[in-house]
C-alpha cells in the first residue's frame, strides 16, 4: 500500500504540474519554452534538500546511483548511449517513463500507445539486450560502481549539495525571468516541481526509497518472460515497480477527477508510430543507463550521483537534436 500511494503521489503531481500534455516535453526539446526543465531543477532540488533533512534525522540513508557499464567504451558508456536513446525516444512519444502514466491518467490517447510501446522495450530489453550487456561486460571484465559529485569536485557533501540548490535557483530563476511561460497551464513549472519534490518526500518516509519508474516495464518484460517459459519453471520477478507504476497512473487519474480543470486542452496528440516506437526506445536507453528522468534526474541527481548528471546530460541533449531535426 505505501508503495502505492507514493505512486500516487507522484502521478498527482506530474498531473498538477502539466505532465499529461506530451506538447509539454516536445516544447522543452525545441526550447519553446522552460516549464519542464524548471519542474524538473525544482524537484531535485526540492529531493536534495528532503534527503539531507530525513537523513540526518536517520529515517533513511541511500546509496547514489552506480554507474552503467556496458563493457565497449568507458565506464560510463550505458550512461551516454542509454541516455541518448532515452532522450531520442522522448523527442517521438513526447513522453517519458513516468509521464506517459500521468497522461494515461488523464485519458490522452497518445499515453497508451507510448505504454504498450514502453513494455514492448522491457520485453526486448530483458528477453534479448540485458543479456548480451552481461556477456560484454564479462568478457571485459567492467563492474559497476559508485562515484559521487562531491568526490569529483573534492568538495564535502554538504558544500557540493548547496553548489546544486545555486545552480538550480539561478537556473529557475533565469528561465523564469527571461522566458515565456507554457500556455494554458494552471500551474507554473518549478511550482509543479515543488510538487514532484514533496511526493518525494512521501516516497521516503513511506517506504524509504526514492522515486523511480523505468523499472517497472523491465519488471513487466521479466513477467512476460516467466509466463512464456511456463509460471513453475522458474521463481515468479517481483512487482513492486509495477505496483508503483501502477499508483502513478491512479493518482493522475484521481486528481483529474477532484479537480476538472487542472487539465486543460488542448491536448498534443502524437501518431501512434511515433508514440510506440518511442516508447519502446525510452524503455530500452533507460534500462542500460540504469534509470530515467525520475530514476536517475530528480532521485539520483539529488543523492549527487555522478552517473545521474551524465545520464541526463546525454538524455537533454539528444532528445533536442531529435527534436529540433525531425519533429
Known sequence: MATFLSGAAFGAAMLAAGFYNPAIVLAQLKFENSHMIQAFLAATATSAVAYTVVEKLGV?????????????????DGNIIGGSLLGAGMALSGSCPGTMLAQMGAGVTTGFYVFQGAVLGGILYTGFIARAVKASNDKAGTKADVSTLNEALGLSRTATAALLEMAC?????????????APGLKIPGWQGGLLIGCAQLFSMLTRRSMMGVSGSYEEAGKHFWW????????????????????????GAWALGRLVPGIVVGPVKELSPALAISGGALMIIGSRLAG???????????????????ITIMSMFGAGSAVALSFL
Open 227 to 250: 509466463l512464456l517459459g511456463g509460471a513453475g519453471s522458474a521463481s515468479q520477478p517481483g512487482y513492486a515497480n509495477m505496483v508503483f507504476a501502477g499508483g502513478v497512473a491512479a
Open 60 to 76: 533513511v540513508s541511500l546509496t547514489p546511483r552506480s554507474n552503467s557499464p556496458l563493457g565497449v567504451l568507458s565506464k560510463y
Open 169 to 181: 535557483a539561478a537556473a529557475i530563476i533565469g528561465t523564469v525571468v527571461y522566458t515565456s511561460p
Open 291 to 309: 534509470g530515467c528522468t525520475s530514476g536517475h534526474g530528480i532521485s539520483g541527481m539529488s543523492l549527487l550521483s555522478t552517473s545521474s548528471v
